[in-house]
């Protein structure tokens, strides 16, 4: 601690705050992405639920939504 001092060693502290705080919103972003990837990839535009009989509620939809 000697070498860099309490404002050096606050500087190295708060600059590892902010890389997890980065590494953080960037693992959400990706969370994000790769759902939204895999619901497009779920729903082909073929199929329509008329199509196979099946029904949808709204309370589903926003079940699946996260």
Known sequence: MARFG???VALMALALAVCFVLLG???IALHRLVNQ???TA???PSSSPADTG???SKTDLRRNRY
């Open 6 to 8: 309490y404002s050096g």
């Open 25 to 27: 919103y960037g693992l």
């Open 37 to 39: 990837a895999s619901r």
């Open 42 to 44: 779920a729903v082909s």
């Open 54 to 56: 099946s029904f949808t």
